[in-house]
Nanobody, 125 residues
Framework: QVQLVESGGGLVQAGGSLRLSCAVS????????MGWFRQAPGKERECVAA????????NYADSLKGRFTISRDNAKNTVDLQMNSLKPEDTAVYYC??????????????????WGQGTQVTVSS
């Protein structure tokens, strides 16, 4: 059974940085498109960044471009999210997700069928 385990969340001051990492079990990680989502209290879960199978193509939520960077290491079965210049509105639970049947980069939530348990990111003002 494939498992996704996030790490790296925590409390940071506005303007600071955090790096989230997601470790994926199993031998087929390189066949998954991957994404990072977040969900703030009272809001819907939204995709913040996505990456295709090879890592050669990425996409970001428009409001986050330039601050967040997604990357993957298919040899280590990991996908990371580097978050810079954090703002209080970035506070949320961040989830790693895998789309097993998708070759391309996708930010559509319905394409993702495997999810991690989430990691809390809190940005203080």
């Amino acid at each position: 059974q494939v498992q996704l385990v996030e790490s790296g969340g925590g409390l940071v001051q506005a303007g600071g940085s955090l790096r989230l990492s997601c470790a994926v079990s199993g031998r087929t990680f390189s066949s998954y498109a991957m994404g990072w989502f977040r969900q703030a209290p009272g809001k819907e879960r939204e995709c913040v960044a996505a990456i295709n199978r090879s890592g050669g193509s990425t996409n970001y939520a428009d409001s986050l471009k330039g601050r967040f960077t997604i990357s993957r290491d298919n040899a280590k079965n990991t996908v990371d999210l580097q978050m810079n210049s954090l703002k209080p509105e970035d506070t949320a639970v961040y989830y790693c997700a895998a789309a097993r049947d998708i070759m391309y980069v996708t930010m559509r939530r319905g394409n993702y069928d495997l999810w991690g348990q989430g990691t809390q990111v809190t940005v203080s003002s």
